[in-house]
């Protein structure tokens, strides 16, 4: 079995790449990366994974893509439909704007459509969780999660809070967040501010 993100972001940043590297690291080598055309993010992306250029559409024809916008949860039992699972390499908008449907899912002639619940997972939870249950068998109300995660960053005299409001699976109580996404956002707070400093100034 496999699980495909189709790179749909404009531009490959930071924050996608933490997510895209962490999504490899627990697909445990049944990663591949579509839609990746451009001869830097080809360079730099198959250090983690494969990649192709062509769309998981015309590659998978007959994958299962996990849309949020679909009514069908993802079961175990999908496997038998197929084994190559698309999920959107797309970073979460607040609230959701159903891109996946119009980027991902509206390029299959005859999608076969799949959801994760009604919370919008990060691309690496979203692989996470799909793991869990075509290649181990899990249900989806097996796997605990958690709405909306606080991260507290604290510079000097001042203290920041970032909010992520999407959907995180648990692993022993904690959220699936990389420790290099943590220390990436807490890194960019304190720049923005140091630079909103020096306009001030």
Request: charged residues 25%; glycine residues 6%.
């Amino acid at each position: 079995m496999l699980i495909v993100i189709e790179h749909l972001e404009p531009e490959l940043s930071k924050w996608l790449l933490i997510e895209y590297k962490h999504a490899a690291q627990i697909a445990r080598g049944n990663l591949l990366i579509t839609n990746v055309c451009d001869k830097n993010e080809v360079a730099i992306l198959e250090k983690i994974a494969r990649t192709r250029c062509e769309s998981a559409s015309q590659l998978f024809p007959r994958a299962i893509v996990l849309d949020p916008s679909s009514t069908e949860l993802l079961s175990p039992s999908d496997k038998e439909i197929s084994d190559v699972f698309v999920i959107g390499g797309i970073l979460g908008d607040h609230p959701p704007r159903g891109r996946t449907k119009v980027l991902l899912t509206s390029k299959f002639s005859n999608p076969v459509a799949r959801s994760l619940g009604d919370g919008q997972y990060s691309i690496d939870g979203a692989v996470y969780v799909t793991y869990k249950v075509v290649f181990e068998g899990l249900r989806l109300s097996d796997i605990p999660y958690v709405d909306g995660v606080k991260i507290l960053s604290r510079k000097g005299f001042f203290e920041h809070e970032i909010y992520l409001p999407f959907r995180y699976p648990l692993i022993d109580g904690k959220p699936l967040i990389h420790p290099e996404l943590l220390d990436y956002l807490k890194g960019r707070i304190v720049v923005d501010e140091q630079r909103l400093l020096n306009k001030e100034e």
